[in-house]
């Protein structure tokens, strides 16, 4: 089986997305999949869209693409804000063709995909845009992790809550550290790649993951974050969203 990098939660940021593609490159892996949330609170959407039809086999839809195309009331303030701008940013116009097909490009696509042998999701297997499998909810959702796992019969892979690890039948999460970085894909499983663009686990750097046979391993990369948070700013965007990227939360 031949390796394959999963990246997600993207949120318009360009030094970020940049970064991580450099180094799978370097890593020789070829196959990129994304599971969305490609723009959002960010200031790139376009270029950052761009690059993911581009370099990306498939693309699957995450809450804040979905949210350029219907109501936002279920949005936190600063989520509606960013998409609000991202909305401006990506409008189509007869003169403006790139737009036009990034625009097309977020529209439509799906909800989920299987490649590889496995199924990929933004969120969840029940609920595959909206949905977060949190890392507590192995102690506080049993019922939940229950349902979840009727549902899978092998690996599966989100992103959506920005923090990389994974959730074992017995319902223990395990978080991925640069000390455990490295996890055996084996039974029923729910693994989350964590976030290029805006990572919540602590740790700033981007996030991102390289599957290779049965082993699923978690790529951390630093990135010249001032520069972005400097591009939120100038966006007119939310300061919270240019402080958070430093900080990792
Ligand atoms: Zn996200």
């Not at 600063?78 to 737009?99: G, N, V």
């Not at 490009?105 to 995909?113: A, K, Y």
């Amino acid at each position: 089986m031949t390796a394959f990098a999963i990246i997600s939660d993207l949120h318009s940021n360009l030094e970020a997305v940049e970064a991580v593609l450099q180094r799978i490159d370097a890593l020789g892996v070829r196959d990129i999949v994304c599971l969305g949330d490609v723009i959002g609170y960010g200031a790139d959407p376009l270029p950052v869209t761009l690059l993911v039809m581009q370099r990306c086999k498939w693309t699957i839809q995450g809450n804040h693409d979905w949210g350029l195309f219907h109501e936002l009331d279920d949005f936190n303030p600063l989520a509606r804000e960013a998409l609000f701008y991202t909305r401006a940013q990506l409008k189509p116009s007869f003169l403006r063709p790139r737009r036009k097909a990034a625009w097309e490009f977020l529209r439509s696509l799906p909800d989920r995909h299987q490649d590889f042998g496995y199924s990929f999701f933004h969120g969840s297997p029940r609920d595959p845009v909206m949905e977060y499998v949190l890392k507590s909810d192995g102690f506080l959702e049993p019922d939940k992790m229950h349902h979840l796992f009727t549902l899978i019969d092998r690996p599966c892979f989100v992103g959506h809550t920005h923090w990389p690890g994974v959730h074992r039948q017995d319902y223990r999460f395990t978080q991925a550290t640069d000390e455990q970085r490295e996890f055996a894909l084996e039974g029923p499983c729910i693994v989350n790649v964590g976030s290029v663009g805006q990572p919540r686990d602590g740790d700033p750097r981007a996030c991102f993951a390289v599957v290779n046979g049965n082993r699923a391993e978690i790529h951390r990369v630093a990135y010249d974050f001032r520069r972005t948070q400097a591009k939120i700013l100038a966006a007119g965007l939310h300061p919270a969203l240019a402080e958070r990227l430093s900080r990792g939360k």
